[in-house]
Protein backbone atom coordinates (compact mmCIF):
# COMPACT_ATOMS: atom_id res chain seq x y z
CA UNK A 1 0.00 0.00 0.00
CA UNK A 2 1.66 3.63 -1.29
CA UNK A 3 1.18 5.91 1.59
CA UNK A 4 2.10 9.79 0.95
CA UNK A 5 2.39 12.34 4.03
CA UNK A 6 3.08 16.11 3.21
CA UNK A 7 4.11 18.83 5.85
CA UNK A 8 5.59 22.20 5.86
CA UNK A 9 2.41 24.00 5.48
CA UNK A 10 1.64 27.00 7.00
CA UNK A 11 0.94 30.74 7.11
CA UNK A 12 3.04 32.88 4.91
CA UNK A 13 3.03 36.52 3.88
CA UNK A 14 2.17 37.63 0.17
CA UNK A 15 6.18 37.31 -1.12
CA UNK A 16 7.39 35.20 1.14
CA UNK A 17 8.38 31.60 0.56
CA UNK A 18 7.88 27.91 1.58
CA UNK A 19 8.60 24.62 1.25
CA UNK A 20 6.61 21.61 1.17
CA UNK A 21 7.56 18.15 1.71
CA UNK A 22 6.26 14.55 0.52
CA UNK A 23 7.11 11.62 2.64
CA UNK A 24 6.07 8.25 0.57
CA UNK A 25 6.06 4.93 1.49
CA UNK A 26 6.59 2.35 -1.50
CA UNK A 27 9.42 0.45 -2.68
CA UNK A 28 9.97 1.79 -6.24
CA UNK A 29 10.01 5.32 -5.55
CA UNK A 30 12.22 6.25 -8.64
CA UNK A 31 10.35 4.74 -11.47
CA UNK A 32 7.07 6.53 -10.36
CA UNK A 33 6.03 10.31 -11.61
CA UNK A 34 5.35 12.40 -8.57
CA UNK A 35 3.28 15.72 -8.41
CA UNK A 36 1.98 18.42 -6.78
CA UNK A 37 -1.56 20.07 -6.72
CA UNK A 38 -3.92 22.28 -5.28
CA UNK A 39 -7.28 22.88 -3.59
CA UNK A 40 -8.33 26.15 -2.79
CA UNK A 41 -11.79 26.62 -0.51
CA UNK A 42 -14.55 25.95 -2.82
CA UNK A 43 -12.80 25.62 -6.28
CA UNK A 44 -11.79 22.24 -8.01
CA UNK A 45 -8.44 20.48 -7.64
CA UNK A 46 -5.96 21.85 -9.85
CA UNK A 47 -2.20 20.61 -11.38
CA UNK A 48 0.56 22.57 -9.89
CA UNK A 49 3.67 20.75 -10.74
CA UNK A 50 4.73 17.52 -11.85
CA UNK A 51 7.66 15.37 -12.53
CA UNK A 52 8.75 12.08 -14.09
CA UNK A 53 10.41 8.76 -12.78
CA UNK A 54 13.73 8.09 -13.40
CA UNK A 55 13.09 6.56 -17.02
CA UNK A 56 11.95 9.59 -18.59
CA UNK A 57 14.65 11.29 -17.21
CA UNK A 58 12.82 13.12 -14.39
CA UNK A 59 11.55 15.92 -16.38
CA UNK A 60 9.22 18.75 -15.07
CA UNK A 61 6.32 20.26 -16.12
CA UNK A 62 4.25 23.12 -14.54
CA UNK A 63 1.22 25.23 -14.13
CA UNK A 64 1.81 28.75 -16.20
CA UNK A 65 0.43 29.91 -12.94
CA UNK A 66 3.41 29.12 -10.73
CA UNK A 67 5.93 29.02 -13.99
CA UNK A 68 9.17 30.79 -12.89
CA UNK A 69 7.65 30.79 -8.84
CA UNK A 70 7.71 27.11 -7.75
CA UNK A 71 10.51 24.76 -7.99
CA UNK A 72 9.71 20.91 -8.11
CA UNK A 73 12.35 18.14 -6.98
CA UNK A 74 12.63 14.78 -5.56
CA UNK A 75 15.59 12.91 -3.49
CA UNK A 76 15.28 9.32 -4.62
CA UNK A 77 17.02 7.78 -1.84
CA UNK A 78 14.82 9.49 0.81
CA UNK A 79 11.97 8.99 -1.28
CA UNK A 80 11.13 12.44 -0.74
CA UNK A 81 9.31 15.15 -3.08
CA UNK A 82 9.65 18.66 -2.52
CA UNK A 83 7.66 21.48 -3.72
CA UNK A 84 9.66 25.15 -2.82
CA UNK A 85 7.52 28.08 -3.19
CA UNK A 86 8.74 31.42 -3.75
CA UNK A 87 6.83 34.71 -4.48
CA UNK A 88 3.54 33.64 -2.57
CA UNK A 89 0.45 35.15 -3.37
CA UNK A 90 -2.56 35.28 -1.92
CA UNK A 91 -4.33 33.29 -4.94
CA UNK A 92 -1.96 30.60 -4.14
CA UNK A 93 -3.65 29.84 -0.62
CA UNK A 94 -5.00 26.31 -0.99
CA UNK A 95 -4.51 23.08 0.21
CA UNK A 96 -1.45 21.27 -1.17
CA UNK A 97 -1.46 17.31 -2.29
CA UNK A 98 1.08 15.64 -3.13
CA UNK A 99 0.55 12.83 -5.80
CA UNK A 100 2.37 9.40 -7.30
CA UNK A 101 1.53 7.76 -10.52
CA UNK A 102 2.74 4.16 -10.93
CA UNK A 103 4.36 3.48 -14.70
CA UNK A 104 0.94 1.71 -15.01
CA UNK A 105 -1.17 4.41 -14.43
CA UNK A 106 -2.38 4.57 -10.73
CA UNK A 107 -2.25 7.36 -8.65
CA UNK A 108 -2.27 7.60 -5.37
CA UNK A 109 -2.89 10.60 -3.06
CA UNK A 110 -1.62 12.21 0.02
CA UNK A 111 -4.40 13.83 2.50
CA UNK A 112 -2.78 17.79 2.17
CA UNK A 113 -1.04 20.66 3.91
CA UNK A 114 -2.92 23.73 4.20
CA UNK A 115 -0.33 27.20 2.56
CA UNK A 116 -2.42 30.29 3.71
CA UNK A 117 -1.01 33.51 2.31
CA UNK A 118 -2.08 36.67 4.01
CA UNK A 119 -1.11 39.29 5.61
Known amino acids: QVQLVESGGGLVQPGGSLRLSCAASVSTFVINDVAWSRQAPGKEREFVAQ??????????NYADSVKGRFTISRDNAKKMVYLQMNSLKPEDTAVYLC??????????WGKGTLVTVSS
Open 99 to 108: SLTTPVGTTY
Open 51 to 60: MSGVYSSSST
